[in-house]
């Protein structure tokens, strides 16, 4: 299984775009990049899902490059809301690597007035 | 839609006691999950279920049994609940053709005295 590493916390301001970047070296040709947002006191939430290149949705966007051995989460002109743990996880959807998808301990964003 | 509803909220137990935690889902989701969540760290596995009277051990299954009797609910037991299982227990459901977004429900925290 893949792991990844995150950075344990960062800081932003209201309006800034912020970026998250997630290691992971090891990947596999099968395996999905995948961020989860958590809030306090409630279950994890879906981001964004992505291969490789640039995926965008509502939310967020997703960057992969080419070796996929890293991606970057981001989130464009944070509010306050956006306060909250972010998951990067990596697995392989066809072969059951969904089951062993390992949440590590996230990032703490913590968007400040 | 309620999504994935976990049952109780809150419970206290003594060591040595047992209880059931209850998830329902009604997105007709083949696939769910028991994750718990200590403080400060991510998720981690307990048990999942790729169908209805399936199960399979994740990455912390000890001390714990399920079932899938239905494939709405899965649930979650502690024949001897210990301190150590004190945590917040999420359970979350995913359709398997696109098994790697998974939906969280709103968690249950379990202290165990």
């Known amino acids: 299984l893949a792991k990844t590493t995150q950075p344990i916390s960062m800081d932003s301001y209201e309006g800034q775009e912020v970026n998250i970047t997630c290691s992971h070296n090891n990947i596999a040709t099968n395996d999905y990049i995948t961020w989860y947002q958590q809030f306090p006191s409630q279950g994890p939430r879906f981001i964004i899902q992505g291969y490789k290149t640039k995926v965008t949705n509502e939310v967020a966007s997703l960057f992969i490059p080419a070796d996929r051995k890293s991606s970057t989460l981001s989130l464009p002109r944070v509010s306050l809301s956006d306060t909250a743990v972010y998951y990067c996880l990596v697995g392989d959807m066809f072969s059951g690597g969904y089951n062993k998808l390992i949440f590590g301990a996230g990032t703490r964003l913590a968007v400040h007035p | 839609n309620a999504g994935v509803t976990q049952t109780p909220k809150f419970r206290v137990l003594k060591t040595g006691q047992s209880m059931t935690l209850l998830c329902a889902q009604d997105m007709n989701h083949e696939y769910m999950y028991w994750y718990r969540q200590d403080p400060g760290m991510g998720l981690r596995l307990i048990h999942y279920s790729v169908g209805e009277g399936t199960t399979a051990k994740g990455e912390v299954p000890d001390g714990y049994n399920v079932s899938r009797l239905k494939k709405q609910n899965f649930l979650l037991g502690l024949e001897s609940a210990a301190p150590s299982q004190t945590s917040v227990y999420f359970c979350?459901?995913?359709?398997?053709?696109?098994?790697?977004?998974?939906?969280f429900g709103p968690g249950t925290r379990l202290t165990v005295l």
């Open positions: 979350a459901s995913t359709p398997a053709t696109s098994p790697i977004e998974q939906f």
